[in-house]
């Protein structure tokens, strides 16, 4: 099992960006998905969570109402729409296959002015 986030980077207060996770090693589609996120100093947390068919979704308290988790099945891949970012998203962004236990490498996501 492999999974590759991407789409991480710098951006002010109040702005957006889109992290992208890509799957292999396993049937993609069969398996409910996860963001995490840790921030320095701090225990990791679950951000997003989406079942194997993206029809059920679940959001950490911090997140509702700006983030946005999706997949795209046929491609194998996992995303996660941030809007309204503010400095406490400040993170190493993580995505996980929790049947697997599996981590990417985590994609750094920076909110600052």
């Known amino acids: 099992v492999l999974l590759a986030e991407s789409g991480g980077g710098l951006v002010q207060p109040g702005g957006s960006l889109r992290l992208s996770c890509v799957a292999s090693?396993?049937?993609?589609?069969?398996?409910?998905m996860s963001w995490y996120r840790q921030a320095p100093g701090k225990e990791r947390e679950m951000v997003a969570t989406?079942?194997?068919?993206?029809?059920?979704?679940n959001y950490g308290d911090s997140v509702k109402g700006r983030f946005t988790i999706s997949r795209e099945n046929s491609k194998k891949r996992l995303y996660l729409e941030m809007n309204n970012l503010n400095p406490e998203d400040t993170a190493v962004y993580y995505c996980?296959?929790?049947?697997?236990?599996?981590w990417g490498q985590g994609t750094q996501v920076t909110v600052s002015s």
């Open positions: 996980h296959a929790p049947s697997f236990g599996s």
């Open positions: 090693g396993f049937t993609f589609s069969w398996y409910d």
């Open positions: 989406i079942s194997s068919n993206g029809r059920t979704t």
